[in-house]
Each structure stands twice: as C-alpha cells, then as structure tokens.
C-alpha cells in the first residue's frame, strides 16, 4: 500500500480526537510534535528520541508514545537500534498512492526486468520498493527470448554504459571465433535483440553502423576524445528489427503474404518501414518494405515459409531460393 495521502488522512482523524479531548495548549504542542517528527524521519536517515526529547522539552516517553501512535497509524517507523528511529527502507512522504492498475503495471514491468538480467532486476526492485511498500501480482505476463542477460558475464559493462552516457570514444578488443582485432568506435547504444545484447556503434566513428555482442568484448579503453550522438539515432533504432539497419535504406522490395498469414501482418510489423499496398481478393497482401541489407529480411522470410514470397527484386528470390535448395540437399 502506498500510504502517504492515506496516512495523513489517519493523522488529521487522530488531531480531531486529540481537539476534542485536550486542552487547545496541549492539543497544539502535540500536533506541532507529531509534524516535526515526520518531516525530521522524511528529511534525515534517523532521528534520536533523546534529541526530540530536548527539542521539545518533553521526557522520553513522552516521544516514545509520539513513535507509537504515528506506527499505528500507518507511517512505517522501525527502530535500527535502542533509541533512533527511522522510515522504512524506500518509504517517503513524497509517494503518491498508486491506483491496482498503476501498482499492476509497475509488477509486470519488474518481471520484464527480471529477464533482461540483475542489473535490470536490481533497478527495478529499488523503484519499485520506493513507489509501493507492498509488491503487487500483475495480471500480465510477456516472454522474452531466452539469451544473454546482462550480467557478471559482461565484466566491461560498466565501462560501456559511462561511454555511452559520456559520448567517449573507446577502443574495443573483440573476438569472435572467425577473428581477433582492436575496434576503435563511437559507441551509441547498448541494444537488445533476439535474446542477445550488443554495443550499436560508428567504427572509427564513420557513419555506417555497426554492432558488437556484448559478449565477445574482451577489452575496453578509453580515450581522451569525445564525439557528437547522432540526431536520428533513436529513429534509426525504431524503423529497426533486428541487428541488420543502417541510416540508408535504400533497398525496395516486394512481398506476398498468402491469406493464411495476413492477419499477422496487419496487426504487427515484421519487415522495416512495412507497408500493406494491397489487399488481394483471395486474402492475401502486396507488401513493400525498404531495406540497407539483405540479412535484415532473409531470415524473417525463411521463417514464414511457404506463406511469404518474395515478388522483386529478382537477386534476393534467388538468394532465398539458394538457400532453401542448400538446406534440402543436406537430407540427401
């Protein structure tokens, strides 16, 4: 529950029953006490009862009853040891109460945290704890794909997020099982895709782009020199879907989709910059995407068969036709 507004509400109802049955004197010094005890709890990690004590000229069991009243009208006061006293971790007067959706919400994109790995998870727990003192159940569920989560298993990530953040120049030392070799790149963005994370980067800061698992990151160096974020960056990353975008797509082809697919492809996207150009009578659809590289599309394609063809151009049907006839004959 997220208590603030609600606890006030419980501290205005006390102050009421405290009016009519005190002295206005007594009523007044109580309620100023009760008010500096929550601001000073709200402003300072611990608060001494011998010091609220003396504030207040009043005994210590005087404040202690003072602790007692605010804990049972649900301010969430504990005492670390004998004498201070303390909200609980990630509790404020500053939260807002939360609405089930809003508290649902916040539950579902802490399970999508979890799948992205412990720096996420991490995170997210903490703003969660500081936004609702109670974790909720969500009603949703999403599943991502299984692959690397970031974690101890990327010992240079730390390096790569305040070169991101700083728009320092880098030196990368990369091996992959074809190739070893020093990359000096503008790194961009950490990115995420298919279940595996990658450094979107400009090597040698040029402006093609390209991308580096996370995972075969050997080394990472600093430079002493700075570069400028591209504006369309996010852009670029939006028209994406998967690691296969550059900035130039200057590659136009044509789909079908047969009927037994068609609605997929008009509620989601699957090719970049997709667009539905007809709607045949049988069902099916003429569908024109615009690409930098074959790759972006090939293997989006093999997935879909035998309800996308590939109408033009004429060298990616016979690449995708190559490759289909590559795999066939290794059942000979």
């Not at 050997?218 to 974020?229: P, R």
Request: contains cysteine; proline residues 2%.
């Amino acid at each position: 529950m997220a208590v603030s507004l609600l606890c006030l509400q419980y501290v205005y109802t006390l102050i009421t029953y405290f009016k009519m049955s005190t002295k206005n004197t007594s009523y007044d010094k109580k309620v100023f006490r009760l008010f500096f005890i929550l601001n000073q709890l709200d402003s300072r990690k611990r608060v001494s009862s011998a010091e609220l004590a003396r504030e207040f000229n009043v005994s210590l069991r005087t404040v202690q009853r003072d602790i007692v009243l605010l804990n049972t009208t649900g301010f969430p006061i504990i005492s670390s040891e004998k004498g201070y006293h303390s909200f609980m971790e990630g509790f404020s007067l500053k939260k807002m109460m939360l609405t089930r959706e809003e508290a649902s919400l916040l539950s579902f994109l802490h399970d999508i945290s979890k799948s992205l790995g412990e720096k996420f998870e991490d995170s997210f727990s903490s703003i969660l704890k500081k936004v609702v003192s109670k974790e909720q159940d969500s009603a949703f569920y999403v599943k991502l794909p299984e692959g690397s989560k970031i974690s101890k298993d990327f010992p240079y990530i730390k390096e790569l997020e305040e070169a991101v953040k700083d728009n320092n120049k880098i030196v990368l030392h990369y091996k992959t099982l074809e190739k070893e070799g020093d990359y000096k790149v503008c790194p961009l963005k950490i990115t995420f895709f298919d279940g595996f994370w990658y450094l979107l980067s400009q090597v040698d800061c040029k402006e093609w782009l390209r991308t580096f698992r996370l995972d075969n990151i050997q080394g990472v160096e600093m430079l002493n020199e700075y570069f400028t974020l591209p504006k369309n960056i996010n852009t670029i990353l939006n028209e994406s879907v998967n690691i296969w975008f550059s900035e130039k797509k200057d590659k136009k082809v044509v789909l079908k989709v047969d009927k037994e697919a068609a609605n997929y492809f008009k509620q989601q996207t699957y090719f970049p910059l997709q667009k539905i150009t007809k709607e045949n009578r049988d069902g099916s659809l003429r569908i024109e995407t615009m690409i930098c590289h074959n790759e972006e599309i090939i293997y989006t394609i093999l997935r879909w068969i035998p309800h996308v063809h590939v109408i033009e151009p004429k060298y990616l049907k016979k690449e995708i036709k190559g490759k289909i006839v590559e795999y066939l004959n290794t059942f000979k």
